[in-house]
Nanobody, 122 residues
């Protein structure tokens, strides 16, 4: 079992650079691929970024490439999402997830956090 708790969301102006954190419980964090997803009002949950267990592989959704950076610290059981140059269309609830594979399909992830709201004002 893994419990995930996100933090770092809030109201941000367009162009801002917040960093989201996701703290995981348990001693098996390093055995999971970690991902960020987001869900905007009235839309389906969508993949944002994923990082492999050791942190050597990352993959991003096209609209966030070059603006967002996913990273992890296995010693701290934490995964991060650094978001730069935020746009109003980035407004969503952001979720972290843990799974066995570094892929973009949300069905592949077994554990989810409760989400943190990010609202970007123009």
């Amino acid at each position: 079992q893994v419990q995930l708790v996100e933090s770092g969301g809030g109201l941000v102006q367009a162009g801002g650079s917040p960093r989201l954190s996701c703290a995981a419980s348990g001693r098996t964090f390093s055995t999971y691929a970690m991902a960020w997803f987001r869900q905007a009002p009235g839309k389906e949950r969508e993949f944002v970024a994923v990082i492999s267990r050791g942190g050597t592989y990352t993959h991003y959704r096209n609209p966030v490439k070059g603006r967002f950076t996913i990273s992890r610290d296995n010693a701290k059981n934490t995964v991060y999402l650094q978001m730069n140059s935020l746009k109003p269309e980035d407004t969503a609830v952001y979720y972290c997830a843990a799974g066995s594979y570094s892929i973009s399909t949300h069905d592949a992830y077994n554990y989810w956090g409760q989400g943190t709201q990010v609202t970007v004002s123009s």
